[in-house]
């Protein structure tokens, strides 16, 4: 049997925190574990998230290491790791639970949420793309056995690509379940930034990622790229 810690990394998420743990209620009256992993929001995030989270633990900012030490801090026999900004599919605990009765881990199709019709298109390629290449992204809400999980390391401590990281370390042990029932995300950071703009940015960070590229000098680059107000997660 499945127990799943569900890891929810924010940043200045004040905005959505309470509606997205309201919304994963129901696995947590199944025996999921919610545990917050706050990088040091000033809006009230850990305020909101206290009552309706299991844990709510203050990390220091980053993408890898937090996640792992919150991990750490975990009970389940499988860890979730989901954006804030991301609605998982009803059931999605049993999902899992079957996908990892066949894979040590994998990821959900992906959906985006807004007005522009090319998001449909932008998250369709997502999907296929990760289904080819067995790489998933942060944002298809990657979950992984605990056993899986310490074998390959967790993840890498890197400031970004930590998603592309982790994916490589787990692939080797097998490719990703993938389930075909979307999670649905946000398109906030695209409408922001404009949805060609971002969507040729994420391309132009992954293709120097995958060349060799130093994920810090890739880091520096997208916070050049973004808006002051920058939320807990908006990596490629």
């Known amino acids: 049997m499945v127990r799943l810690t569900i890891v929810i990394p924010t940043l200045n998420e ?10 994963l209620a ?6 999921a574990e919610i545990i917050v992993a706050d990088g040091g929001s000033g809006d009230g995030t850990v305020r909101l998230a206290e ?17 792992n030490a919150v991990a750490a801090l975990g009970t ?9 900004d991301t609605a ?17 881990w994998g990821r959900f199709d992906l959906r985006i949420a807004g007005r ?9 390629m997502i999907s296929w793309r990760s289904r080819l290449t067995g790489i998933a992204s942060g944002d298809q809400a990657i979950f992984v056995s605990r056993g899986a999980f310490i074998v390959v390391g967790g993840f890498p401590d890197l400031p970004l690509m930590e998603d592309i990281a982790i994916s490589r370390r787990l692939k080797r042990l097998c490719r990703p379940a993938c389930i075909g029932t979307p999670v649905v995300t946000s398109g906030r950071r ?14 132009r960070l992954r293709l120097a990622y995958y060349l060799g590229v130093a994920p810090a000098r ?19």
């Open 14 to 23: 004040a905005a959505i925190i309470a509606t997205a743990l309201r919304a």
């Open 26 to 31: 129901p696995l947590r009256e199944r025996g």
């Open 51 to 67: 009552p309706l989270a299991d844990k709510v633990i203050v990390v220091p900012r980053g993408r890898g290491a937090p996640m």
């Open 76 to 84: 389940g026999n499988a860890f979730l790791f989901l954006h804030a």
């Open 88 to 104: 998982l599919p009803d059931q999605a605990d049993r999902l899992i639970e079957a996908a990892l009765t066949r894979r040590a």
């Open 116 to 124: 522009h019709p090319l998001l449909a298109v932008i998250a369709r």
């Open 190 to 203: 695209w409408e922001r930034n404009g949805v060609i703009r971002t969507t040729l940015l994420m391309w």
């Open 218 to 236: 890739l880091a520096a680059l997208y916070a050049s790229e973004q808006p002051s107000t920058a939320q807990s997660h908006t990596g490629p």
